[in-house]
Structures are given as structure tokens and as C-alpha cells.
């Protein structure tokens, strides 16, 4: 592949410099991939070139780049206000977001907390689930259960109840958690949607339950379809098997919906599109349209009730927790512009309607070399991909490198590609796409 050495002016200095994130760093730094300005459903790269963008950034901007409402919101918000303590004080804003977030939500999510980003939603509802019982004189009520493939952010708590191998490995001992298997079965490869088999792996927290007794379970995290791992969408009934099963033993459901609310699924969140209600709900990354970092959790109102019933003076904090950017008036900003933007153009509805024929698109490389499983669901999709020999994360790391090079973002991880469609994308484009993704796996050897 051609080596591109136009790196916009920076120095080897300044890109020896900063450490970069969930990235092979001197791999990078020989032959950077710098994109610098993004419009529409397109990045640009440091040659000029444009990239489509086949994951709306980080699962992030379905609504597209450079959307000029938020841009307009973002600049008259700086003008006005630009920070506002969020401890023992407000601003209009967040109250005014926290508000049109519960009208996004399934009946009973209503108490919305802020946070600055998806791991520290994450942190947040597990924190929040453990004082909630000790609030409710059941302290012993600690214990965390997980997902094996489940992705919960990268915070210490985030990790131990994720159950993806290599963000756990090499940090050592975590929070103390279980895992539950997760939901990839060989009978369901290349299944379009909702697998039909699979439900019953929910009851191994049944069987988790009888180890370790409810008295000791506070809660039980999901991703309603797993998106890092390699977008695993739920078999037919399992969430509602596992949302019985936590109601029966008196144990809080939290659904991670850091990729999946707002849009993603071709509904406002999967919680709603699956038809399951969880007791907390995480989310962040479409809130804003990627624009500025923020994250929130949505409780439901018992959860809160509790809190304020159990506060002590009512001068006194209910919960100590918080973060300096908890509810940033900036990102009030952009989230309620994004939200309009949303609903404006109504693009949850045009997710909805896209899905379908994404999914036929994306399922025609069934019986392409290397492509081992396809899953999709909504404007998300992942195929998995044979290993090389000894090394099961290198083809997926080849394609996506073809892929940019003939002009599409696509995300490699593990042995996976992952496709997050811009809601705004056009049929022409998704054709693109997947006729690229098509070409380079051919390409390989």
C-alpha cells in the first residue's frame, strides 16, 4: 500500500509527543493516517483526499460532520456562558436537556445525571446501583455482573465488568465481577437481525444467583446489542429473560446505550427498539453528535426517590459523586441541537428505514474469503474474520488499512471489521462501502 507523507506540518517531535489512544503508536507514527477537516459523511485526510466515514466517527456523528445547528448552538453558548461550576450550582441548559432526554426514554427513566463521557456513565450507574441498595439497608448487595465480550468503557470498573480480554489483561485485578456468556453461537452465523436461538443463555444468571445469592448481587450490566465487540445484536428474548430474572430476585438491570441510544438502532433507544426496560441506562456519544465529549445516566425515579428519602438534612448531598464537566453548559449546548437535528430531519425514522437494505448490502459478502460471520442490526454491522496463522487481530487490521487507502473508515478490532453507518448515508454510498470492503479482503493473500 502507498505510504502517504503529508502529515500536515507536524514535526516528528510533536507526533512523538502525544501517546495515543486504543492505537499501535509506532505503527502510526511511521506512516500517519492525519485527517483534518470533516463535512457531511466525509472526513479529509492531510492529502486532501476524501474518506467516507464508515463508523460516524466513533459510533458517534449519525447526523453527519460540521452540522451547522450544533455549530451555531456551540458558538452562541460560548458566548453567553462558557463554564458554570456544576457542584451546588446550574444553568438553564441542563435542566432544559435532562428534560428532553426523559422524553427520549422508555416509560420510567426520568432522573438524568451528566457525565463526560460514556466510561464515566459507566461509573456513574455502578456506583449509583451500589449506593442505592446500601440506601435501601441492603449494603451487602456489591457484587457486579458482566458480559463475557461486553464493552463498558476503560475506567477500573468499566473493565472488570467488561469482558473484552485485552482491555482487562494487562491492568491486573479489578473490581470483583462476574460474566455471563455472551450470545454468539455457531448456529446463528450470518444472521440478519435478532438471532432466533440464544434466549436461554440468560439463565445462567440464574445459575449465577444460586452460586452467589441475590442478598449479594446489586446489578446487572448489558449492552442491549454488544457494539465493540463486534455489533452482537440479542437473540429473540433474551433481554427480556434477563430483565425477568432481575426483577425476580430484586436485582437492578443497567443497559449500556452508549452506542445504541439516540438513533443507532432505528429507534430513539434499544431499550425501546428490544422492547426491555432497564432500571439505568447509560448513554453518550450520539448525545452531542460527537461534537463535545458528554455522557448521561437515566435512572428511574425510585432509584432517585430512594436517594432523596435517605439524603439527611436537605442541605446535605444525597449522592457524592460528580464530575468538574457534569452537564458543561457547552455540551448542553450541542446535545439539545443534536437532539433537534435528530428530530427535524428525522433521522431515527430514516435509520429505520435504511436498515433493511443495509442489511442486504452488507450480508452479499457472505462467501467472500476470510468472512467467517456477518451480524447487523439498525445501521450497525460486524464481520468477523478467519485469523492468520498466530495472528487473529492482523487481517482485520489490513483490510481496514485498504479500505482507508481507497477511501473508507472502517473500524478493525480483535478479529472483527465494524461498519456504524452515518444516518444521513445514501444507498450509493453504503454501495460504495461495501464494494470496497469487498475488494480488499479479496486483496489479501
Known amino acids: 500500500m502507498t505510504a502517504h507523507s503529508n502529515t500536515c506540518g507536524l514535526s516528528q517531535a510533536q507526533l512523538d509527543a502525544h501517546w495515543m489512544p486504543f492505537t499501535g503508536n509506532r505503527n502510526f507514527k511511521r506512516d500517519p493516517r492525519i485527517i ?27 447526523a453527519g460532520h460540521n452540522q451547522k445547528r450544533i455549530n451555531e448552538a456551540v458558538s452562541k453558548q460560548l458566548s453567553l456562558l462558557d463554564y458554570c461550576p456544576a457542584f451546588q450550582f446550574g444553568h438553564p441548559k441542563s435542566f432544559e436537556l435532562a428534560h428532553r432526554i426523559s422524553e427520549l426514554m422508555p416509560e420510567g427513566l426520568n432522573r438524568v445525571f451528566f457525565t463526560g463521557s460514556g466510561s464515566e456513565s459507566v461509573e456513574t450507574a455502578l456506583k449509583i446501583a451500589r449506593a442505592y441498595w446500601r440506601k435501601q439497608g441492603q449494603a451487602g448487595k456489591t457484587r457486579l455482573i458482566g458480559r463475557s465480550k461486553g464493552y463498558h468503557g476503560v475506567n477500573f470498573g468499566g473493565i472488570s465488568v467488561g469482558g473484552i480480554s485485552p482491555n482487562r489483561a494487562l491492568y491486573g485485578q479489578g473490581i470483583d465481577a462476574i460474566h455471563l456468556p455472551h450470545t454468539m453461537l455457531p448456529e446463528n452465523t450470518f444472521t440478519q437481525g435478532m438471532p432466533e436461538t440464544g434466549a436461554h443463555l440468560a439463565d445462567d444468571l440464574e445459575a449465577q444467583i444460586a452460586i452467589h445469592d441475590a442478598s449479594n448481587i446489586a446489578a446487572v450490566i448489558v449492552e442491549p446489542l454488544a457494539g465493540s465487540a463486534g455489533v452482537i445484536p440479542p ?15 430484586n436485582i437492578l438491570l443497567i443497559f449500556d446505550e452508549v452506542i445504541t441510544a439516540f438513533g443507532r438502532m432505528g429507534s ?45 438534612p436537605d442541605y446535605m448531598l444525597e449522592l457524592p ?14 446535545a439539545l441541537a443534536s ?34 460471520d456477518i451480524r447487523n442490526y439498525g445501521l450497525a454491522a460486524g464481520l468477523t474474520i478467519e485469523s492468520a496463522p498466530g495472528e487473529p487481530a492482523l487481517r482485520p487490521y489490513q483490510i481496514a488499512m485498504k ?3 481507497k477511501g473508507f473508515y472502517v473500524r478493525y478490532g480483535g478479529d472483527t471489521i465494524q461498519l456504524g453507518l452515518p444516518f444521513t448515508a445514501e444507498l450509493s454510498e453504503i454501495d460504495s462501502l461495501i464494494n470496497a470492503l469487498a475488494e480488499s479482503i479479496n486483496e489479501l493473500d
Not at 459523586?321 to 450541542?334: F, L, N, Q
Not at 428530530?343 to 468472512?371: C, I, N, W
Request: with cysteine.
Open 321 to 334: 459523586h460528580g464530575y468538574t464537566y457534569s452537564a458543561h453548559p457547552v455540551a448542553c449546548a450541542a
Open 235 to 249: 437473540p429473540k428474548g433474551y433481554l427480556a429473560r434477563l430483565r425477568e430474572i432481575c426483577t425476580k430476585h
Open 403 to 405: 479500505c482507508w487507502q
Open 36 to 62: 483534518v477537516s470533516a463535512d457531511g459523511n466525509y472526513y479529509t485526510d492531510a492529502d486532501g483526499r476524501k474518506v467516507f466515514d464508515g463508523l460516524s466517527g466513533l459510533w458517534t456523528c449519525g
Open 339 to 372: 437532539l433537534d437535528v435528530l428530530a427535524q430531519d428525522k433521522l431515527v425514522e430514516r435509520v429505520k428505514t435504511m436498515a433493511p437494505q443495509f442489511q442486504e448490502m452488507v450480508h452479499s459478502l457472505k462467501g467472500t474469503q476470510y468472512v467467517a
Open 268 to 312: 430513539n433507544t434499544g431499550a425501546e427498539e428490544f422492547g426491555v426496560v432497564p432500571d439505568i441506562m447509560t448513554t453518550a456519544k450520539q448525545l452531542t453528535n460527537g461534537v463535545i465529549p458528554m455522557g448521561a445516566v437515566i435512572a428511574k425515579q425510585e432509584i432517585y426517590d430512594t436517594f432523596m428519602a435517605e439524603g439527611g
